[in-house]
């Protein structure tokens, strides 16, 4: 136990009439909905980075919070900070949590001593994991903060980098079979060129293709049963990013022969940022088959950053689980909260009730969603659109060339009648849910 919490009580479930800021308001964890429990929906799962490592500053100042584990360069204190952490998580009652290597130990001065401290962290996580039930999502490697990675990991022209964060991912894909964790990602931030005059760009895919081969074979060889994921974004901190989106991911997966090994961790301001809405990478990734996990926030619509804000926008979230649900929901995938406080908020009360309202945000969005295909208007509304792709001659043209379609085109005297697309009507609809 630590004191960091003081008397702040595990939150509870009071119902949406409560007043009370430190409960939830929509998140029953076992209600069920559909033959599921909402937290089994949601899987949700807290971001070791945001909430214990990051120390609230931004590209014009410094650390903004004061916490009892700072400075983060020793074990003793690495420890005191995983001990809060999975107090965190208690309170809350989250049943998952995700990490980078970074976040959990101190930089050693060699890969050696990397490893090393690693390895005693997860210990030490599995010992917490096993009296609190608190299970991993994902593991990933911090391939981006040291200055080893300014101009990439796997993409760095120079193949010792290559060499450093092969190893580097090795020893988190181990860390995270170790923990049972169920997925393993990875995020390029800077796989990707700050200026093509100095990039060599097919040499460089072709060794992030290469590198992702290996870490699918490095997978199969430990029996790893979780699912590799890349999660997409187009910038920053790179001026641009390889895994720009959810299609130009699979484009890349594809020309490696991966999309039947790796799928998609979709972040909602990683969307934003790629001049896309979250359920548009939602609905890319299921139609081609790589749906994967999620990471949930929001960015400031009008900052351009990745600004990484817990979610509040109970429309924008019942998109995204309206695409989820309709894909099948998730399998190995969850909702991990990529989100981080803003840095004036500097009390652990912050970090717990940030929590509370981006669950209960996803808890509404959720359920808007599950009613919605209950009801079933939107899907009866596509199947009138699409229905006259159900006579025999619009199927058969589909097998047929473009010769024979401009003969029957011409016999028929065919003339398409254009019909509304009730784009208004349909928005009013999902206005009836949210
Ligand atoms: C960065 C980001 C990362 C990944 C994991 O924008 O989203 O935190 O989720 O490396
Ligand atoms: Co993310």
């Given at each position: 136990?630590?004191?960091?919490?003081?008397?702040?009580?595990p939150?509870?479930?009071?119902?949406?009439?409560?007043?009370?800021?430190?409960?939830?308001?929509?998140y029953?964890p076992?209600?069920?909905l559909?033959?599921?429990?909402?937290?089994?929906?949601?899987?949700?799962?807290?971001?070791?980075?945001?909430?214990?490592?990051?120390?609230?500053?931004?590209?014009?100042?410094?650390?903004?919070?004061?916490?009892?584990?700072?400075?983060?360069?020793?074990?003793?204190?690495?420890?005191?900070?995983?001990?809060?952490a999975?107090?965190?998580?208690?309170?809350?009652?989250?049943?998952?949590?995700?990490?980078?290597?970074?976040?959990?130990?101190?930089?050693?001065?060699s890969?050696a001593?990397?490893?090393?401290?690693?390895?005693?962290?997860?210990?030490?996580?599995?010992?917490?994991?096993?009296?609190?039930?608190?299970?991993?999502?994902?593991?990933?490697?911090?391939?981006?903060?040291?200055?080893?990675?300014?101009?990439?990991?796997?993409?760095?022209?120079?193949?010792?980098?290559?060499?450093?964060?092969?190893?580097?991912?090795?020893?988190?894909?181990?860390?995270?079979?170790?923990?049972?964790?169920?997925?393993?990602?990875?995020?390029g931030?800077?796989?990707?060129?700050?200026?093509?005059?100095?990039?060599?760009?097919?040499?460089?895919?072709?060794?992030?293709?290469?590198?992702?081969?290996?870490?699918?074979?490095?997978?199969?060889?430990?029996?790893?049963?979780?699912t590799?994921?890349?999660?997409?974004?187009?910038?920053?901190?790179?001026?641009?990013?390889y895994?720009?989106?959810?299609?130009?991911?699979?484009?890349?997966?594809?020309?490696?022969?991966l999309?039947?090994?790796?799928?998609?961790?979709?972040?909602?301001?990683?969307?934003?940022?790629?001049?896309?809405?979250?359920?548009?990478?939602?609905?890319?990734?299921?139609?081609?088959?790589?749906?994967?996990?999620?990471?949930?926030n929001?960015?400031?619509?009008?900052?351009?950053?990745?600004?990484?804000?817990?979610?509040?926008?109970?429309?924008?979230?019942?998109?995204?689980?309206?695409?989820?649900?309709?894909?099948g929901?998730?399998?190995?995938?969850?909702?991990?909260?990529?989100?981080?406080?803003?840095?004036q908020?500097?009390?652990?009360?912050?970090?717990i009730?940030?929590?509370?309202?981006?669950?209960?945000?996803?808890?509404?969005?959720?359920?808007?969603?599950?009613?919605?295909?209950?009801?079933?208007?939107?899907?009866?509304?596509?199947?009138?659109?699409?229905?006259?792709?159900?006579?025999?001659?619009?199927?058969?043209?589909?097998?047929?060339?473009?010769?024979?379609?401009?003969?029957?085109?011409?016999?028929d005297?065919?003339?398409?009648?254009?019909?509304s697309?009730?784009?208004?009507i349909?928005?009013?609809?999902?206005?009836?849910?949210?």
């Amino acid at each position: 136990m630590t004191d960091f919490f003081k008397d702040i009580a595990p939150v509870t479930y009071a119902g949406p009439d409560s007043t009370d800021p430190m409960a939830f308001h929509h998140y029953n964890p076992d209600e069920m909905l559909g033959g599921k429990a909402l937290k089994d929906h949601l899987r949700f799962a807290i971001a070791y980075w945001h909430s214990f490592a990051w120390e609230g500053g931004d590209p014009f100042g410094g650390q903004t919070f004061e916490r009892p584990w700072y400075p983060q360069d020793d074990m003793g204190r690495a420890k005191q900070k995983a001990d809060t952490a999975f107090e965190m998580f208690r309170i809350l009652g989250v049943p998952y949590f995700c990490f980078h290597d970074a976040d959990v130990r101190p930089e050693g001065g060699s890969f050696a001593e990397n490893t090393s401290r690693l390895d005693e962290m997860t210990d030490y996580f599995a010992g917490k994991m096993e009296t609190t039930g608190t299970k991993l999502l994902w593991g990933t490697a911090n391939m981006f903060s040291h200055r080893r990675y300014m101009s990439g990991a796997s993409t760095n022209p120079d193949p010792d980098v290559f060499a450093f964060a092969a190893a580097t991912v090795k020893s988190c894909m181990d860390a995270t079979q170790k923990l049972g964790g169920e997925n393993y990602v990875l995020w390029g931030g800077r796989e990707g060129y700050e200026t093509l005059i100095n990039t060599d760009m097919g040499r460089e895919l072709d060794h992030m293709g290469r590198f992702l081969n290996m870490v699918v074979d490095y997978k199969h060889k430990i029996g790893f049963k979780g699912t590799i994921l890349v999660e997409p974004k187009p910038q920053e901190p790179s001026k641009h990013q390889y895994d720009y989106d959810a299609a130009t991911c699979f484009g890349f997966l594809q020309k490696y022969g991966l999309e039947n090994e790796v799928k998609l961790n979709l972040e909602q301001g990683h969307a934003i940022l790629a001049g896309h809405s979250f359920e548009h990478e939602i609905a890319t990734a299921a139609a081609l088959g790589v749906l994967g996990s999620i990471d949930m926030n929001r960015n400031d619509y009008q900052s351009g950053w990745d600004t990484d804000q817990f979610p509040n926008n109970v429309p924008e979230v019942a998109l995204a689980y309206y695409h989820i649900l309709k894909a099948g929901g998730f399998d190995t995938g969850g909702t991990n909260f990529d989100a981080k406080l803003r840095r004036q908020s500097l009390d652990a009360e912050d970090l717990i009730a940030s929590h509370i309202g981006g669950m209960d945000v996803c808890a509404r969005g959720l359920k808007a969603a599950h009613a919605m295909l209950a009801d079933g208007g939107l899907e009866e509304a596509l199947e009138d659109r699409y229905a006259g792709w159900d006579t025999p001659a619009a199927k058969a043209m589909l097998n047929s060339d473009l010769g024979s379609i401009a003969a029957r085109v011409a016999k028929d005297n065919i003339n398409p009648t254009p019909r509304s697309g009730r784009q208004e009507i349909l928005e009013n609809y999902i206005n009836r849910f949210v």
